[in-house]
């Protein structure tokens, strides 16, 4: 069980999240501390460490849209946030996968900041509203990469194959 | 079957016959481009090769592109100090493609490459930058991707399970127009199909409109195909193609070009009369909130920017010249000017573009990504409204959340520096 500490709507962009003016902070033990540093409440919550682990985020359509920004999702893994949008722009997405943060497609998800969440792989059940999404799986050649641990594992494996 | 113009590229990349939407693939890549943010990728390549025992190479340095542009001069000690880790890096490895901070072949990436010759038609470009999706202007398949991402690439010279992405044709007829320019195409097409419309597909873009679009206005469209969510946008190459190349971009020798099949499947098709196309202008705080420039005119603005890889180019500053030329910027605005590249400022410097628009009261800056993105130079005041012809509207994106980014074309935005307001440029300022 975890609890939606964030709603938000459609088309968030990697500027929302991770404002370009903390770009040349890149190191994903860094980034935190810029997480969506315009919404200031949010950002105080998550510096002083009020939010559990595997917390959710959760958003519309096309979360994540824009810049390819890698910090803005080394950010949300930092602290270890679980993400579900109705859909997700490309390159964010990709980009969580090869972090290995948590990013769920859930189509017609429902459900406010407060509201308790059972996730599965296949559906997200909001306890408090007591009603059921669909989770939309994720590729298996993605899927291929979080079972490695993310892409810096994964790449290191296959360049151990090759050189062989 | 017949396939699309990137089902070929793919297909041509991974030594395969053929390959369709929805097939995995792991293509070859040609070139390989970063900015600042190598300094990432290039510590994320340093961990994959983390107990491996093996020395971290990158795979072919001639095929690596670094060009710094996001935040040049330095804005702060922090940047200064991630860019001479970059540059230490790239002598180590003798990466070939290196633009650092010069006034003679500095500039923003996605105009070095084009103008170096570094793409070609049917390449497979990656960078890690969204606005990678400009090099397709060439006729290459060319997509944004994130640093742990390039990282691998420097590793294996390939990138790992791609989808191969279905496509969108836009085909587009009539003229424009003079003061309709290619920009306000790609406005129109994101505010009819929406910041998603296109989201994990390839826009290929037809029709007789298009051919007799520049290098530099294709760059323009393809550049914000990835603000309709696009994977990649692409303009088959054709005579302006091979012309650019050799004539601008000095490539000598034959250049090959791939044509997409003419059975083709398509996921959707969409037609546009350029004729009937009015300038457009995307209003705060998305890139689909278009409308037509008549919708807008009167309000008032306190900051035009002319610049950026979608609009810094030599017929964009040379349009704003024009209409600036011997007049002045209103009193209550400020005007930056600043070239997509060192080579294109030199060229504007010479043909006197330049000189107009700083007798006119613009401020003329170094070439770089300026105030586009928020960092570095030209921040807006709480309140404040901007005009200006770079890609994004975001709201924060020009540096403060408190501020309203609109977007236009050259000659939009500069019609609007004389009047102070949004100004139609076919009724003259
Ligand atoms: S000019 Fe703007 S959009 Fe283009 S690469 Fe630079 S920051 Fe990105």
């Given amino acids: ?164 | 079957m017949g396939m699309t113009l990137v089902e070929k590229i793919l297909a041509r990349a991974t030594g395969q016959p053929a390959v369709k939407a929805g097939d995995v693939v792991e293509p070859h890549v040609d070139l390989a481009m970063s900015h600042e943010n190598a300094a990432l990728v290039l510590n994320q390549f340093q961990e994959i090769y983390q107990g491996t025992g093996l020395e971290a190479r990158v795979w072919d340095p001639d095929r690596i592109a670094i060009i710094f542009d996001h935040r040049v001069p330095a804005e702060s000690s922090k940047t200064a100090t991630n860019q001479k880790k970059v540059r230490d890096f790239v002598s180590k490895q003798g990466i070939g493609k290196f633009h650092d901070i010069r006034g003679d072949e500095g500039g923003i990436c996605h105009q070095i490459l084009p103008e170096n010759g570094y793409v070609r038609p049917g390449a497979v470009v990656v960078g890690t930058d969204s606005h990678t999706t400009s090099h397709g202007a060439l006729g290459a398949f060319a997509f944004g991707i994130g640093a742990t991402e390039m990282a691998s690439v420097w590793a294996l010279g390939r990138v790992l399970n791609v989808e191969v992405p279905g496509t969108i044709k836009v085909e587009v007829h009539g003229d424009f127009h003079p003061y309709v320019l290619p920009k306000d195409l790609i406005l129109y097409l994101i505010g009819k199909i929406s910041a998603q419309g296109a989201n994990f597909k390839v826009i290929e873009f037809h029709g007789p409109a298009i051919k007799k679009i520049s290098t530099s206005g294709r760059l323009t469209i393809c550049n914000m195909s990835v603000e309709a969510g696009a994977t990649a946008g692409i303009v088959p190459g054709d005579a302006e193609t091979v012309r650019y190349l050799n004539d601008d971009a000095g490539v000598k020798g034959r250049i090959e070009i791939l044509q997409p099949d003419a059975e083709a499947i398509y996921d959707r098709v969409i037609q546009i009369d350029a004729s009937a196309m009015d300038p457009q202008v995307a209003c705060p705080h998305t890139v689909d909130n278009v409308k037509p420039v008549q919708e807008v005119v009167g309000k008032q603005v306190n900051q035009i920017v002319i610049g950026s890889c979608t609009n810094g180019r030599l017929d964009d500053i040379r349009i704003a010249a024009q209409i600036l030329e011997g007049k002045k910027v209103a009193r209550n605005v400020r005007m930056l000017v600043f070239p997509a590249s060192a080579r294109i400022y030199r060229q504007a410097l010479q043909d006197g573009y330049l000189l107009s628009l700083m007798n006119a009261g613009a401020v003329v800056m170094n070439s770089g990504c300026g105030p586009c993105l928020g960092v570095h130079q030209g921040a807006l005041a709480d309140g404040d409204v901007a005009l200006a012809t770079t890609n994004r509207n975001f709201k924060g994106r020009m540096g403060n959340p408190a501020a309203e980014v609109f977007l236009c074309s050259p000659a939009v935005a500069a019609a609007s520096a004389l009047t102070g307001k949004i100004t139609d440029p076919r009724k003259g300022a």
């Fill in chain 1, 1 to 164: 069980m975890t609890k939606v500490v964030l709603k938000l709507g459609d088309d968030v962009s990697t500027d929302i999240i991770y404002p370009g003016r903390f770009m040349a902070t890149v190191l994903p033990t860094e980034t935190p501390q810029y997480i969506f540093a315009d919404l200031v409440d949010f950002n105080r919550r998550v510096k002083n460490q009020d939010i559990a682990p595997q917390s959710v985020i959760v958003a519309g359509n096309n979360f994540g849209c824009g810049s390819s920004r890698e910090q803005a999702a080394s950010c949300l893994k930092g602290p270890d946030f679980i993400v579900i949008a109705r859909d997700f722009a490309r390159i964010f997405l990709q980009n969580s996968i090869n972090l290995g943060l948590n990013t769920i497609i859930c189509p017609d998800i429902e459900a406010d900041e407060g509201d308790e969440l059972k996730i599965s792989a296949t559906q997200v059940l909001n306890l408090t509203s007591g009603k059921n999404f669909k989770v939309v799986p994720l590729p298996q050649a993605r899927q291929a990469i979080i079972d490695a641990g993310g892409l810096i594992p994964y790449t290191r494996q296959r360049l151990l194959q090759t050189k062989k």
